[in-house]
């Protein structure tokens, strides 16, 4: 009964979205019911693959507040991706316990919460062709600093970060060693008296004492883990609101490893809110621009397999250096090798080497897969390095 009327629930949400779905839900991650929020565009074709979005909500608010406050919906209605809004309390704890993510002392407070988020990736999988090379994630204020966990801790399934108002904790930046270059787009204030500038430590967090980096030292951490220039393209963002009585600068750091940035979008009188929402709570909320539209703008750059695998690697359809066959194929297929010695790699869609052979002279390999999905066939020789696409059907 409770399945029924929870597909007569949505079904209604949906017909009132005019096409789009918002659908609320749980799932049992770490022991517990976990609730979340997922927005479907009604210009998705379960056809096509789409990327993923989690928007993360701040501490002292739920999922249902980051929705209308943080909206990437009008986004996500023209550029076709899925939006997730995960909850931070599981659905046995009350409003006043948690309302937020436990991430704020040490790394293993937020395991659960983790695994959660991974658990949620793989339960939206089973339902709607998303693209495991583009699962990205935002959020505000707490929503921020647990994305910037996520981008360490969630590495191998998170291709970009996008932070608003939040930051990074100092125990937590010290142990994070993502195993990719990861782009990261850090929103802030200047005048933010919550998560300040000069963050140690948070003003705003009553439950206990956050000791978080400054905005400046948090930027160019990951400007050194992703290799970019030390030296940013700095532009004004054009003022064309006045009444907000702020304005923002927006800083580039380009030439990182696999293609990867560091951005900054610093807001001077920007207090501790969401750019561009419709809903102004506080003061210091800059119109002069939309922080969704700008976060989708630096993630729809990225994809995963991108940042694992060099850039200086060809992908080709050419079969003068190997051919692949059949291509879709049920997951057994071969490849036709013309130039050894050779190094054969097959990579799953997160970027992961699945199967590995060396060559020695020209030769016919077939290969096996279990699931089905996107791989690539990566050849390396003394000459070059290509890759080819290979579709295997579920």
């Given at each position: 009964?409770?399945?029924?009327?929870?597909?007569?629930?949505?079904?209604?949400?949906?017909?009132?979205?005019?096409?789009?779905t918002?659908?609320?839900?749980?799932?049992?991650?770490?022991?517990?019911?976990r609730?979340?929020?997922l927005?479907?565009?009604?210009?998705?074709?379960?056809?096509n693959p789409?990327?993923?979005?989690?928007?993360?909500?701040?501490?002292?608010?739920?999922?249902?507040?980051?929705?209308?406050?943080?909206?990437?919906?009008?986004?996500?209605?023209t550029?076709?991706?899925?939006?997730a809004?995960?909850?931070?309390?599981?659905?046995?704890?009350?409003?006043?316990?948690?309302?937020g993510?436990q991430?704020?002392?040490?790394?293993a407070?937020?395991?659960?919460?983790?695994?959660?988020?991974?658990?949620l990736?793989?339960?939206?999988?089973?339902?709607?062709?998303?693209?495991?090379?583009?699962?990205?994630?935002?959020?505000?204020?707490?929503?921020?600093?647990?994305?910037?966990?996520?981008?360490?801790?969630?590495?191998?399934?998170?291709?970009?970060?996008?932070?608003?108002?939040?930051?990074?904790?100092?125990?937590?930046?010290?142990?994070?060693h993502?195993?990719?270059?990861?782009?990261?787009?850090?929103?802030?204030?200047?005048?933010?008296?919550?998560?300040?500038?000069?963050s140690l430590?948070?003003?705003?967090?009553?439950?206990?004492?956050?000791?978080?980096?400054?905005?400046?030292?948090?930027?160019k951490h990951w400007?050194?883990?992703?290799?970019?220039?030390?030296?940013?393209a700095?532009?004004?963002?054009?003022?064309?609101?006045?009444?907000?009585?702020?304005?923002?600068?927006?800083?580039?750091?380009?030439?990182?490893?696999?293609?990867?940035?560091?951005?900054?979008?610093?807001?001077?009188?920007?207090?501790?809110?969401?750019?561009?929402?419709?809903?102004?709570l506080?003061?210091?909320?800059?119109?002069?621009?939309?922080?969704?539209?700008?976060?989708?703008?630096?993630?729809?750059?990225?994809t995963?397999?991108?940042?694992?695998?060099s850039?200086?690697?060809?992908?080709?359809?050419d079969?003068?250096?190997?051919s692949?066959?059949?291509?879709?194929?049920?997951?057994?297929?071969t490849?036709?090798?013309?130039?050894?010695?050779?190094?054969?790699?097959?990579?799953?869609?997160?970027?992961?080497i699945?199967?590995e052979?060396?060559?020695?002279?020209?030769?016919?390999?077939?290969?096996?897969?279990?699931?089905?999905?996107?791989?690539?066939?990566?050849?390396?020789?003394?000459?070059?390095?290509?890759?080819?696409?290979?579709?295997?059907?579920?």
């Open positions: 009964m409770k399945k029924i009327l929870l597909l007569i629930t949505n079904l209604i949400l949906a017909t009132l979205a005019f096409g789009q918002t659908i609320t839900d749980s799932i049992y991650s770490s022991g517990e019911f609730r979340y929020i927005y479907v565009p009604a210009i998705y074709n379960p056809a789409v990327p993923l979005v989690f928007n993360l909500h701040a501490f002292g608010s739920r999922n249902t507040d980051e929705l209308t406050y943080a909206d990437f919906r009008p986004v996500a209605d550029a076709n991706f899925i939006m809004l995960p909850q931070g309390d599981s659905v046995t704890q009350a409003w006043e316990y948690n309302m993510w991430n704020w002392s040490t790394v407070d937020a395991a659960n919460d983790m695994n959660f988020i991974s658990n990736i793989d339960s939206i999988k089973s339902q709607y062709n998303i693209d495991l090379n583009r699962v990205y994630s935002c959020g505000y204020s707490n929503g921020g600093f647990m994305s910037y966990d996520m981008a360490c801790y969630l590495n191998s399934r998170i291709a970009a970060v996008a932070s608003v108002a939040g930051g990074m904790i100092v125990s937590h930046d010290s142990s994070c993502p195993a990719h270059p990861t782009p990261v787009l850090e929103i802030h204030g200047a005048a933010d008296s919550c998560v300040t500038w000069n430590p948070a003003q705003c967090l009553t439950l206990q004492t956050i000791h978080c980096l400054p905005v400046d030292t948090l930027v400007v050194d883990r992703n290799n970019c220039s030390l030296t940013p700095v532009t004004n963002v054009a003022n064309t609101n006045w009444l907000d009585q702020c304005t923002a600068q927006h800083y580039v750091y380009s030439g990182g490893t696999n293609g990867s940035r560091v951005e900054l979008l610093k807001v001077i009188g920007g207090g501790h809110t969401w750019p561009g929402s419709g809903l102004v506080t003061g210091g909320t800059c119109m002069d621009f939309n922080a969704a539209v700008e976060i989708w703008r630096f993630f729809r750059q990225y995963l397999y991108d940042l694992i695998n850039t200086n690697e060809i992908t080709t359809t079969d003068d250096l190997f692949v066959f059949p291509n879709p194929n049920d997951g057994k297929f490849l036709n090798v013309t130039d050894a010695p050779a190094q054969i790699s097959i990579v799953n869609s997160l970027g992961q699945i199967q052979i060396k060559t020695v002279d020209k030769s016919n390999i077939t290969f096996q897969v279990r699931a089905g999905g996107i791989y690539f066939v990566k050849i390396t020789t003394s000459k070059e390095i290509r890759v080819r696409k290979i579709v295997v059907g579920e």
